[in-house]
Nanobody
Framework: QVQLVESGGGLVQAGTSLKLSCAVS????????MGWFRQAPGKEREFVAQ????????YYADSVKGRFTISRDNAKNTLYLQMNSLEPEDTAVYYC??????????????????WGQGTKVTVSQ
């Protein structure tokens, strides 16, 4: 079992930055793929970024590439999402998720096993 707890959401203005954190506990000795997803009101959950827990190989959705950075601190068992140049379209509940390692890109929420409760990000004009 893996437990995930997100934090760091809030209300910010467009053009500013925000950093989300996801505390990871449980069976962290295995290699996992860690992902960030988001869900805006009335929309389906969408992939944002993923990173391998060991090795740190990352992949981004086109909508956030160049603005968002996913990272992890293995010593602190924490996943991060640095979000820069935020836009109102980034408003959503952000979730971290994990699954056992695969070498593939896994942009589908159904491919992930464990989920956090989400943290809300609101970007105003």
């Amino acid at each position: 079992q893996v437990q995930l707890v997100e934090s760091g959401g809030g209300l910010v203005q467009a053009g500013t930055s925000l950093k989300l954190s996801c505390a990871v506990s449980g069976r962290t000795s295995s290699n996992y793929v860690m992902g960030w997803f988001r869900q805006a009101p009335g929309k389906e959950r969408e992939f944002v970024a993923q990173i391998t827990w060991i090795g740190g190989r990352s992949y981004y959705a086109d909508s956030v590439k160049g603005r968002f950075t996913i990272s992890r601190d293995n010593a602190k068992n924490t996943l991060y999402l640095q979000m820069n140049s935020l836009e109102p379209e980034d408003t959503a509940v952000y979730y971290c998720a994990s699954r056992l390692y695969t070498s593939s890109v896994v942009p589908y929420s159904s491919e992930y096993t464990y989920w956090g409760q989400g943290t809300k990000v609101t970007v105003s004009q």
